[in-house]
C-alpha cells in the first residue's frame, strides 16, 4: 500500500492520542490510578469524553475514591457534562451514596445544584432517601426550595416518601412555606360560573362533584366545604392531609390549593394549583355551591 509522505506525521500525531483518550476512559473506569497517570503523562486529555462521560465521571460511577481522587488533583473538571442525560459526576456518586465522592466533588467545587433530567441533585438525594447526602449538598449550597420541572420540591418528596429526618433536616435549613393572603371576605363578589368552568377544564379530571358521582383519583368534592379532611371511604390519603386536622374550612382550600406540593407538602394531588388568586377566589366560592346547603359567606 502506498501511503503519501505527507500523511504519515498526521497519523503519527492521531493514532496515540485515539490510544490514549480509550486508555484513560478504560483505566478510569477500573480505577487503575497507575494506568490514569501514565495515559495523562502521554498527553491525554484529562476531560476528554468517551462521547458520554469524562475519565472522572467514569472513575466515580465505578466507585473508585484514589482514581477520582488523582483526576481532581490533575485538574478534572469537576462540573463537565459532556451528556446531559447523564449529568456531572456527581450524580453517580449520590446513585451509590458514596459520602467520600459527594464530599470530593463539592469540595473541589463541584455546583450542588447541578441537574440532571429537570431534577437538582438535592432532589436525587431526597428520592434515595440518603439523609448524609442532603446534608452534604445543602452545607455545600444547594438550594432546599428547588423545583423540578414539574413543580415538586426536596420537601414535597420526602414527604410523600415519609422521610421524617430528611423532612425536619430541610425544614430547619431553610424551606420556605408560602402563604397565600386570606380571601374569605373576596367570596360575596366572586364568579362562581367562572369558577364551575375552571373546574370542569382543571380538576373534573379527578373528581366527580355530585353527590352520586362517588370518587375519581381524587375523593368526591360534594359538600367539601365544612367537610371533614380527608375523610372519603376508599381513598387512600397522603399522611400530609390525613395529618391537618379539622375541617375544609375557605381558608385551608385557599392554603391548599394555592399550590399544593408548595403549601402543604406530600399530599398526593401534585399539580401546580391556582396561584391565581381571582380564580382561587371563584373556584372556592363554586366549591361552596357543592352543596345541599352551602355554608354561609364570611
Ligand atoms: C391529578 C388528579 C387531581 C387533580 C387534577 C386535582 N385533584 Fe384534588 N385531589 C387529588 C388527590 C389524589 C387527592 C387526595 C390528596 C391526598 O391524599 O394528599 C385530592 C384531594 C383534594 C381535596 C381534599 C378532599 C378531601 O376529601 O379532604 C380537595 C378539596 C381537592 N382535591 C380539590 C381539587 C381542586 C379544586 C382541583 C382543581 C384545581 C383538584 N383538586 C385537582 C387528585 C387531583
Given at each position: 500500500m ?13 493514532i ?36 458520554h ?29 459532556p ?53 452534604a ?32 433536616y ?18 360575596a ?15 373534573a ?13 381524587g ?70 355551591t ?9
Amino acid at each position: 500500500m502506498r501511503v503519501s509522505l505527507l500523511f504519515i506525521p498526521l497519523l503519527l500525531v492521531h493514532i496515540p492520542i485515539v490510544a490514549h483518550a480509550d486508555a484513560i476512559h478504560d483505566a478510569a473506569k477500573e480505577g487503575d490510578v497507575a494506568a490514569i497517570t501514565a495515559a495523562l503523562d502521554a498527553g491525554a486529555g484529562v476531560d476528554e469524553s468517551d462521547g458520554h462521560a469524562t475519565p472522572l465521571f467514569l472513575a466515580v460511577r465505578g466507585g473508585h475514591f484514589a482514581a477520582a481522587k488523582l483526576l481532581v488533583e490533575r485538574g478534572a473538571d469537576v462540573n463537565a457534562t459532556p451528556d446531559p442525560r447523564l449529568g456531572s459526576a456527581l450524580m453517580p456518586a449520590l446513585a451509590k451514596r458514596r459520602i467520600d465522592l459527594i464530599n470530593l466533588l463539592l469540595d473541589a467545587g463541584a455546583n450542588p445544584n447541578s441537574d440532571r433530567g429537570g431534577q437538582s441533585a438535592l432532589h436525587v438525594a431526597v428520592t434515595l432517601s440518603c439523609l448524609d447526602c442532603v446534608k452534604a449538598l445543602v452545607e455545600a449550597g444547594a438550594d432546599v426550595n428547588a423545583k423540578t420541572k414539574d413543580g415538586k420540591t426536596p420537601l414535597h418528596l420526602a414527604k410523600l416518601k415519609g422521610q421524617r429526618e430528611v423532612a425536619d433536616y430541610l425544614l430547619s435549613h431553610g424551606v420556605v412555606l408560602p402563604t397565600p393572603a386570606p380571601i374569605s371576605m373576596k367570596l360575596a363578589s366572586a364568579d362562581v360560573e367562572k369558577g364551575r368552568t375552571y373546574f370542569t377544564r382543571v380538576c373534573a379530571g379527578c373528581h366527580h362533584a355530585d353527590p352520586q358521582g362517588g370518587n375519581k383519583t381524587g375523593p368526591n368534592l360534594w359538600s367539601v366545604v365544612g367537610r371533614d379532611k380527608a375523610s372519603m371511604a376508599g381513598i387512600s390519603y397522603s399522611d400530609t392531609l390525613l395529618a391537618w386536622e379539622g375541617v375544609w374550612t375557605y381558608e385551608d382550600l385557599n392554603k391548599y390549593l394555592f399550590g399544593p406540593m408548595l403549601t402543604t407538602p406530600g399530599v398526593k394531588m401534585e399539580i401546580p394549583g391556582v396561584p391565581d388568586e381571582t380564580e382561587r377566589v371563584n373556584l372556592i366560592a363554586y366549591l361552596r355551591t357543592l352543596s345541599d346547603k352551602p355554608i354561609p359567606l364570611p
